[in-house]
């Protein structure tokens, strides 16, 4: 063979001789290499595109399933003086197998386990015919950056030489290390991304003016919704350069461009089409490929937390000596309880708290959200309710305003993830221009840092309850989303009755009283502090009747007014 040779697709395959130890002895005629010449490798990640890796995380436990099948058209061909002598590999039938499980709120791993099939060459010295498993996939990836529609992560793969048989075009003899940069931006249905990254091998000269070695990856995407949810097209391209002949041609410099569409005939179901073809003449880049696959995501179900029944309240009677020191009524949560409607507010047991200076939630504050969520959803007549963000002082007016506005903005769009319709809600930022405690300790601050749930109206008994589509488009990217409609007086978690004070009229202070009356009960706004939970007072018990010589007697038991909107 003349030292002017070029293996394009198929030149991978020498380096994996040099790696594998340089062997001497002589291969058999019909022997390949053991070298990946595979373009297009799937990752099954959330967001992801066959070929390309977002750093996209959608849900902390989600895991996906998924299979990727392929045909290529010459991924591997020989060339002398820039003439084809023939098909090395001449068709390709592939297939990639994976699963990809977000462990974290901003980590993912993922697994993938390769099998091909090569058929029809014609040059039968380099022939890898048959079928076999490639190389074991494993992976990491995070999310380090995520600002309004831009994200940043990185990867880290290893791909571990489990290919069977040896030089057959599918695995190599070595580890390789992959370590990337992930990033993604997203403007309306638009999404621009970018996933590369290093592959690190020990270079290697095959002599046959080849040298192929550590090398980079750039593979650039665009991706538009047609229909959100529904339709997603794109387009990406694949460029490798070993860093022996960067970018300067030749076979260590494979192109290829890839159309697909994705399809969602389910929630949890991704079905991908499409093809491609390669541009120069680098190994691995086809005449042609079409591909076809599905992914599964297992739906997490979530359990409402239960609705402990309401304890049974006692009412007494106050002693006359003792009128003066009464005890204000003290709610009290009850175990699973996070939210409770109170007067013309939604009042949390917990505070909704944020990573520092973002607007992203903590995780332990979701559950609280879907809490509040299930109240409005079961109450119909609740029809707008208001989301305010509140600052403590640190920081400018204007940075606190925009701050405290971002916040309220990022709750109002949980809850309408969790299923509340965007007509009931709206959001504002107040700044810290309406602090609930004065101080520049931390305690103070801390419990201006807020947000706060304000019903601004309610419907009566005979005012006419709208409805609602069962569908909308998330207004923020456009993506279709199922919401609940809320019906008229259901079910929803109970306020604890707690202790209601008397007060004993006594015959001498006012003639012709018979009866004790009710006093009226405290008004409780409710508060949630972002900067750390609210102390509530302790509990006082009342004390026990008392006879009296001036008249008063035990008054009888009181049944509690239901609570507003039951």
């Known amino acids: 063979m003349s030292a002017s040779y070029r293996i394009l697709p198929l030149s991978t395959a020498l380096v994996s001789i040099a790696l594998a130890g340089a062997s001497t002895h002589a291969r058999a005629a019909g022997d390949g290499w053991s070298t990946d010449i595979e373009l297009l490798r799937p990752t099954f990640s959330y967001g992801s595109i066959p070929g390309l890796d977002t750093p996209d995380i959608e849900e902390e436990g989600q895991l996906r399933m998924g299979l990727l099948a392929q045909y290529e058209r010459d991924p591997l061909v020989l060339i ?222 979530e359990e409402p937390p239960p609705i402990e029944a309401e304890p049974v309240v006692e009412l007494y009677e106050i002693p006359p000596e003792n009128v003066e020191e009464l005890v204000q009524e003290v709610k009290v949560w009850e175990e699973g309880q996070l939210a409770r409607i109170e007067d013309d507010r939604i009042v949390i047991r917990d505070p909704i708290q944020f990573y520092l200076d973002t607007t992203d939630i903590l995780p332990e504050s979701l559950p609280t959200l879907r809490y509040v969520a299930r109240l409005l959803n079961g109450k119909g007549e609740i029809v707008h309710m208001q989301v305010e963000g509140h600052a403590s002082e640190e920081g400018s007016y204007e940075y606190n305003y925009d701050l405290s506005t971002r916040r309220a903005r990022a709750v109002w769009e949980e809850l309408i993830r969790s299923g509340v319709h965007p007509d009931r809600m709206s959001y504002k930022g107040m700044g810290e221009v309406v602090p609930t405690q004065m101080g520049e300790d931390e305690t103070s601050l801390s419990a201006n840092r807020r947000v706060e749930f304000d019903i601004i109206k309610q419907l009566g008994p005979l005012d006419v309850i709208p409805t609602y589509p069962d569908t909308i488009l998330l207004p923020w990217n456009g993506q279709r989303h199922t919401v609940n409609q809320a019906p008229v007086g259901a079910e929803t978690p109970k306020e604890p009755e707690g202790r209601r004070v008397l007060e004993v009229i006594d015959a001498d202070e006012e003639e012709g009283a018979t009866e004790p009356r009710a006093l009226p009960e405290p008004e409780s706004k409710g508060e949630m502090d972002v900067g750390g939970p609210r102390e509530l007072p302790e509990e006082q018990p009342a004390e026990p009747p008392a006879e009296d010589a001036g008249g008063t007697r035990e008054l009888p038991a009181e049944t509690p007014p239901a609570p507003q909107g039951e």
Not at 99 to 114: C, H, I, K, N, Q
């Open 80 to 301: 002398e003086f820039e003439n084809e002598l023939g098909s090395v590999v001449e068709n390709r039938a592939a297939m990639q197998l994976g699963v990809s499980w977000d462990f974290f709120e901003r980590a993912g791993a993922r697994l993938t386990l390769p099998v091909a099939a090569n058929f029809g060459t014609d040059i039968q010295e380099l022939s890898g015919d048959g079928a076999g498993l490639g190389d074991i996939g494993l992976g990491l990836r995070l999310l380090a950056l995520k600002t309004g529609g831009f994200k940043l992560g990185a990867r880290a793969d290893m791909m571990v030489p489990t290919g069977f048989p040896r030089d057959s075009w599918i695995g190599e003899r070595d580890l390789r290390p992959i370590v990337g940069l992930l990033v993604r931006q997203d403007i309306g249905r638009f999404s621009a991304l970018l996933d590369t990254n290093a592959t690190i091998r020990t270079a290697v000269d095959t002599g046959e003016d080849f040298e192929l070695g550590s090398e980079l990856a750039i593979t650039p995407g665009v991706l538009f919704q047609v229909r959100p949810e529904l339709v997603n097209v794109y387009g990406e391209a694949f460029l490798r350069s070993g860093f022996n002949n960067f970018f300067q041609g030749g076979a260590e410099n494979p192109v290829e461009t890839v159309i697909g569409a994705q399809l969602f005939p389910k929630d949890n179901i991704l079905v991908d089409v499409g093809g491609g073809k390669g541009w120069t003449e680098g190994y691995g880049a086809t005449d042609f490929r079409i591909f076809a696959g599905v992914t599964y995501t297992f739906v997490k179900k």
